[in-house]
């Protein structure tokens, strides 16, 4: 079954850290692939998104993502995290059909 | 101000009753789509549609049943044959692709549901 893991459920950073969150996905034909974020009370929006061309990727608030079709990953990064990236994040999978595979979700907690 | 809205933004309900959440979107979109979500369990799909008139099981569609009358309204009700709905509930709307696919999802503010 296609599936999409998140590798972290949890984690603290203080600002001015790196944040890498791993996300992975198990299906082997053509994918488009999304990462949204809910901040506390708002609505679950896009961060960045990949359909085809450069497989890095940039969004919004400084945050990119590496597509890597040889391991089936698309890994969400930011160089330098704020106070205000706490959030929870989602990345997704869409498989070319109707269906949109969600992961999990990583709680992100920046410490000021 | 284009977007989705869901309502009511908290719901409670006895046991045993019917309950139906509303969705709403003004983004001419094609498709909408419910998910539940639970505290680590990511979105899961409960049921979309694709057009008008027309909709298909999700993953966890057992105790739910939606209506697609308007392109416009995509009504989501809990029966009381739901065993477990305490959730957090969110309504989606996407554009189709002209090459294929559906664009990323538009998200409503989600409803949470407690069943007393």
């Known amino acids: 079954a296609q599936s999409v893991s998140q590798h972290n459920h949890h984690v603290i950073l203080s600002e001015a850290a790196s944040l890498e969150l791993g996300c992975n996905y198990s299906y082997g034909g053509t994918v488009n692939l999304f990462w949204y974020v809910q901040y506390p009370g708002q609505h679950l929006q896009l961060l960045l998104k990949y359909f085809s061309g450069d497989p890095l990727v940039k969004g919004i608030k400084g945050f990119e993502a590496e597509f890597i079709k040889s391991k089936f990953s698309f890994n969400l990064r930011k160089p330098s995290v704020q106070w205000s990236d706490t959030a929870e994040y989602f990345c997704a999978v869409h498989t070319g059909g109707f269906k949109t595979i969600f992961g999990a979700g990583t709680r992100l907690f920046v410490k000021a | 101000d284009g977007g989705i809205t869901q309502s009511p933004k908290y719901l409670f309900r006895k046991e045993g009753q019917n309950v139906t959440l509303s969705c709403e979107q003004n983004l001419n979109h094609d498709a909408m789509y419910w998910y539940r979500q639970d505290p680590g369990q990511g979105l899961r799909l409960i049921y979309y549609s694709q057009i008008v008139n027309d909709f298909q099981k999700g993953d966890i569609a057992e105790g739910y049943s939606v209506s697609r009358e308007k392109k416009e309204s995509f009504p989501l009700t809990v029966t009381s044959a739901q065993k477990n709905p305490t959730a957090f509930y969110l309504c989606?709307?996407?554009?189709?692709?002209?090459?294929?696919?559906?664009?990323?999802?538009?998200f409503g503010p989600g409803t949470r549901l407690t069943v007393l």
């Open positions: 989606a709307s996407s554009f189709r692709r002209t090459s294929g696919g559906y664009n990323e999802q538009f």
